[in-house]
């Protein structure tokens, strides 16, 4: 273990002013003190500031620390409990008014809790806290973690949620906003990077350096972040933010030695991306600098920390010129995303997690509108459709939760960093904001920003402003049948293939399979109907169960929900949807809109295989991204189909994607736009595999061999080309691979690479790619790549299976922090009975007890009502979908 340097018990004196005193033995149980029964800290301490200090060396596991915590006491207290997660705790004092008290005794209870007892009663009114105190760095990728790149080692931080209490004893919850003042001690080859400028660096005796950096503004504990190691600095003076009123704002890119000239166009484009997001807030950045951090291993996407925001290094280190578009987007996206939060979360933070929400939904609603903005012809308001399709499958099982919904256990607070916070929170954002219109919603956001402006809020405090600012009565009660109940609204129609009346019903949506799902009330819907005969839109707020609505005026047909733009399941008879789908002055919104209802009415059961094949193949001759929704949908069709019947359907496909594989080949079309590169990889796929031709196959062999070798390739397109190859590929290839692999140092070869060696379907070669999990060869965060990669692949699953329930407890330790509970859905796809049983055998003991995954008892339900789904899809289609593939439709 690394203990403190002579230096820091110099300045653990000066904070204490008194010698330290020989450690309490912190790990006594003392039955008598019971820690707060949920999460929250007891109410009669109210942290004021922090002086934190961290001697850390990046090459060492254990590093020490000191912190001084200024106190309001809001009642006598005697026992001051907070969050600490393994510290040992060498000396605990405290100070009132001229009062001190050294080597206090504290104890631990429960997992992260420590109590600190107090000799007597201290009286109400400030006071201050100081623990000295030494930890081992949290692995994998949480709290303050270490990386090695190279033959260096990095610090790096990921502290949301529940984080900081690994890093150094506090009161870790996101309601409380304090400023910290930050001193870290490190290494003199180490740059050291915190959420605020630095003021000064001075060199110790042991030839250390202590970097002091500037007070934060207030802040959650979550959000503080440290980078340490021989970091590399992009800065260019012309990329810094500039605006009209002569202000500016600083921005670098930071990054592992060597890598930061990979991230110009990250750089380059941030103060644009920026520009947007003020202009539409009203009010600029608020913080003193901003840091991008490329991160070699990191878990999530990114992470929001005011002035230091912390990415996967993927998503800043692209090149825009060869690297696919997809690439770019993800950037845009996820930056536009990091940045709202600036405003959204860091400015004005979630008074507790049940507001997580606020945060995320908004972020990702507006990520969408900025990078719409950015670049319109990225067409991303469509792309978002796919998001919103997919969470309505999650919303539909018996364990969906509400977007804003209770948090009692730590569980809880981690299973809310789920799809229906961000993405039906998305969802519902989009829905009201046309409902009250953008400039009013946007009218209420500034307002709500300038009311909480560096404090807390909830989720009234949001809608009051907008009700407010939109002058809709009424409208706060509307939002709360989506966030305040689970599920998805289904409303069947009847009567608008021509002009109206029509009368609707809503109930809670079910696909096949699922159990009976509750639903407590209403939803108040705002509905569209478009008149494609007039264009002229019909809307209003539907609160009844049913409903019948009346059209003056009208040519029709009628469009239902047009675009998607409410949260909800349309279910229209076959002759209306089929009138639609024929539509020709449908938008390409309204369009794949169309595609995605195609897809829910087919796994409600309410269409035949043949309806939907025909549906679907009737959209051809329209544009690449609807024609590639329907592709999509009846290639996943497939996922039914067994035995015999496999080539069959595999031939389909092949005829389906052979004539658009034709025209547009694997080399370059000279069409650059991200529907025409989906497309092509979908119809290149399937033709150049199942509909023998040669040619193409060859010409795919061709172009994944230049992948492996490092010639130039189009890399829209590669990745596609390797994955056939390496399916059939041999024991030779794999080795290729795993070579070029370890030599990669650009982050697209390296992660694609990877993405081919885990598909391998030979056995014997995919359980060498499983094994990879267990070397030492992968970070951390690409070890799901591999574990995954086989999961769903008829040829090899049952394999995996088998090798997953026999390395579940070292992948845990393996695998990101926290992110074992998804193991569960691992074999879904073998939609049987036995997998459900073996399901719940494999996970039940880690429900609870030493071993528990926090959060997994929800998760296991719902994998089991996949597993069920599946079957219940089987059972309804498999024999019409049979009669298709052996006699034709
Ligand atoms: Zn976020």
């Known amino acids: ?78 026992v001051i409990w907070l969050h600490s997660l393994d510290h040992v705790i060498q000396m605990a004092s405290f100070h009132q008014a001229g009062k001190k008290w050294l080597s206090l005794k504290t104890e631990r209870a429960g997992k992260d809790w420590l109590a600190v007892r107090l000799p007597q009663v201290a009286p109400a009114g400030e006071a201050s ?195 696919p578009i997809s690439r770019y987007k993800a950037y845009a996206n996820v930056h536009a995303h990091e940045l709202a939060h600036i405003w959204f979360g860091d400015l004005v933070t979630m008074a507790w997690w049940d507001d997580l929400w606020l945060n995320e939904a908004f972020a990702t609603w507006f990520a969408y509108k900025i990078v719409n903005q950015y670049r319109p012809d990225w067409q991303v308001l469509t792309d978002r459709l796919g998001g919103f399709n997919w969470v309505k499958e999650s919303d539909s099982t018996s364990t969906s939760r509400r977007v804003r919904g209770p948090i009692k256990t730590r569980g809880d607070i981690h299973n809310a960093f789920d799809g229906i916070t961000y993405t039906k929170g998305h969802a519902v954002l989009s829905m009201f904001e046309k409902y009250v219109g953008e400039a009013a919603f946007q009218a209420g956001v500034r307002s ?32 709360e049948t989506f966030i305040f109940q689970a599920g998805v609204p289904n409303v069947a ?16 949506w079910q696909p096949l399979g699922s159990p009976p799902l509750p639903q407590d ?41 047009p675009g998607g733009a409410a949260y909800m399941v349309p279910s229209l008879g076959t002759p209306w949807l089929g009138a639609l789908m024929a539509q020709t002055s449908l938008t390409e919104l309204e369009h794949v809109a169309l595609v995605y209802d195609l897809r829910k009415a087919y796994s409600a059961g309410h269409l035949s295989p043949e309806q939907v094949l025909a549906l679907a193949q009737g959209v051809s001759g329209t544009s690449d991204r609807v024609q590639q929704q329907a592709l999509g ?83 829209e397109l590669a990745p596609t080309a390797l994955s056939m190859l390496t399916e059939d590929g041999d024991a030779a290839l794999f080795d290729r691979l795993l070579a070029a692999f370890e030599q990669a140092e650009d982050p697209w070869r390296r992660s694609t690479l990877l993405q081919g060696l885990a598909g391998f379907r030979r056995p014997e070669l995919s359980l060498r790619s499983l094994n990879l999990a267990l070397s030492d060869k992968l970070r951390s965060n690409e070890i799901g790549r591999v574990v995954w990669g086989p999961s769903g692949d008829y040829r090899v699953r049952d394999q995996a299976w088998t090798w997953l329930k026999k390395n579940l407890g070292t992948l845990r330790e393996l695998l990101p922090r926290n992110s074992s509970r998804y193991l569960v859905y691992y074999p879904t796809a073998q939609c049987t009975e036995l997998a459900k049983q073996e399901l719940s055998a494999v996970f039940s003991p880690y429900l609870g007890g030493k071993e528990a995954m926090e959060g997994l008892d929800r998760h296991l339900q719902a994998a089991t009502e996949r597993i069920d789904r599946c079957m219940a899809m089987r059972k309804k289609h498999q024999h019409a979908l049979g009669k298709i593939l052996t006699q034709g439709p």
């Not at 790149?149 to 690994?166: I, K, T």
């Not at 129609?493 to 809670?508: D, F, L």
């Not at 069959?648 to 000279?670: I, K, M, N, S, T």
């Open 129 to 323: 806290l100081s623990l000295r105190f030494s930890g081992r760095f949290a692995n994998p990728l949480f709290g303050v973690y270490r990386v090695k790149e190279g033959d260096d080692w990095y610090l790096f931080s990921q502290l949301e949620p529940l984080g900081a209490r690994e890093a150094f004893p506090c009161f870790d919850e996101p309601g409380i906003k304090t400023p910290f003042t930050v001193r870290v001690i490190a290494p003199k080859k180490d740059r050291v990077f915190f959420n605020t400028p630095k003021l000064e660096e001075k060199t110790d005796r042991a030839g250390k350096i202590l970097h002091q950096f500037a007070e934060t503004k207030p802040l959650p504990t979550y959000l503080l972040a440290f980078a340490v190691g021989p970091i590399d600095v992009l800065h260019r003076p012309e990329w810094d933010m500039k605006r009209a009123d002569g202000s500016s704002l600083q921005i670098r890119l930071l990054a592992a030695k060597g890598k930061a000239k990979r991230g110009k166009t990250a750089l380059r484009e941030t103060a644009k991306i920026l520009a947007l997001e003020e202009a539409y807030f009203g009010s600029p950045y608020p913080y003193a600098k901003l840091d991008i951090v490329a991160v070699p291993d990191f878990a999530a996407g990114a992470m929001e920390n005011p002035g230091l925001i912390t990415y996967r290094e993927q998503l800043l280190l692209f090149d825009e010129k060869v690297d």
């Open 521 to 561: 009330r209403p939803w108040q819907i705002p509905l569209c109907f478009k008149d494609l005969g007039t264009g002229q839109n019909h809307c209003r707020l539907m609160d009844q169960p049913k409903e019948v609505f009346e059209f003056t005026g009208c040519e029709g047909p009628l469009l239902p929900n």
């Open 1 to 78: 273990m690394h203990l403190l340097r002579a230096l820091i018990l110099a300045i653990v004196a000066a904070c204490v002013s008194a010698p330290p005193q020989p450690a309490p033995d912190t790990k006594k149980p003392v039955p008598a003190l019971q820690p707060p029964s949920d999460d929250r800290i007891i109410k009669g301490v109210q942290p004021l500031s922090y002086d934190l200090l961290l001697d850390v060396d990046p090459s060492q596991e254990g590093y020490g620390g000191q912190v001084k915590i200024r106190l309001r006491l809001t009642e006598p207290t005697r």
């Open 493 to 508: 129609m009847t009567g608008g293939a021509r002009c109206g009346p029509v009368t609707a019903r809503q109930v809670r």
């Open 448 to 479: 709500y920003l300038k009311k909480n402006a560096w404090g807390n809020a909830t989720f009234e405090d949001l809608l009051i402003e907008i009700e407010k600012a939109s002058g809709k009565k009424g409208l706060k009660a509307a939002f």
């Open 633 to 715: 949908l009846i290639g996943d069709m497939g996922g039914i189909v067994e035995g015999d019947l496999r080539p069959r359907w595999q031939a389909l496909l092949g005829r389906l994607g052979l004539v658009h594989a034709l025209e547009h080949g694997w080399r370059d079309d000279g069409i650059d736009d991200p529907a025409h590169w989906q497309i092509r990889r979908t119809t290149l796929s399937w033709a150049s595999r199942w509909s023998g031709n040669d040619a193409l196959k060859a010409e795919a062999f061709d172009l994944a061999n230049d992948l492996i070798e490092g010639r130039p390739v189009e890399r």
